[in-house]
Every structure is written in C-alpha cells, then in structure tokens.
Nanobody, 124 residues
C-alpha cells in the first residue's frame, strides 16, 4: 500500500510563490505516474499536471502552463509542485495522486492513491 503526504500549503499574496511537496511511503521511484489536482469549494477536482512513469515527461493544463512546474526527486520519493505568479483563482485544496498503471492521466478517477490535500489560499 502506497501512502502520499502533501505539505507546503499556506497563505500567499497574489503574485507570490509556493512549493508543494508530495512524499510517498513506498519506493515508487520512477515507476509511478504522479499528478497534482486541486479542488475549490463547489467545483470538480481539476487536473493541473502530471509527471509520467519511466520517461518522467510532464504535461500541464493550460491554466497553469508557464506558472507551475512539476518535478520529482526519486531518491527522496518526493514529487514537487512549484507554483509561481499565483492568482486568487488558484485558491483551492491541492492533492497529489499516483498510479503504477498506464492511464489517461487527466482523469482523477484513474488514480489509485491520493494524499490528504493541502490548502493553498491566494489573497488579492
């Protein structure tokens, strides 16, 4: 069983930066596709970006492309989400997710493991 723990959320002013971390309990290394999602109150869980298994290719949704960056440190079993130029509309609970399977990575129901979420609040 793989467990994911997010950290790094908090309150930041618009235009600021935050880095979220997602640490896995097992040695997932590069064999898991991992992703970041977020969910604002009253909205569906939204795909932000992914880092794929093996190749480590990254893909992002258009709303965060150029502002958010996903990278991983396999030795630390940790994936990161670097968020720059934050906007009030980025306010949400942020979740990391993981799966060892080949999936459509944009669909949250396809992931097998989830973190508990971390709150990000961007003030205007």
């Amino acid at each position: 069983q793989v467990q994911l723990v997010e950290s790094g959320g908090g309150l930041v002013q618009a235009g600021g930066s935050l880095r979220l971390s997602c640490t896995t309990s097992g040695r997932t290394g590069s064999t898991y596709t991992m992703a970041w999602f977020r969910q604002a109150p009253g909205k569906e869980r939204e795909f932000l970006g992914t880092i794929t298994r093996n190749s480590g290719a990254t893909y992002y949704t258009d709303s965060v492309k150029g502002r958010f960056t996903i990278f991983r440190d396999n030795a630390k079993n940790t994936m990161y989400l670097q968020m720059n130029s934050l906007k009030p509309e980025d306010t949400a609970v942020y979740y990391c997710a993981a799966t060892p399977r080949n999936i459509n990575y944009m669909t949250f129901r396809n992931y097998d493991y989830w973190g508990q979420g971390t709150q990000v609040t961007v003030s205007s």
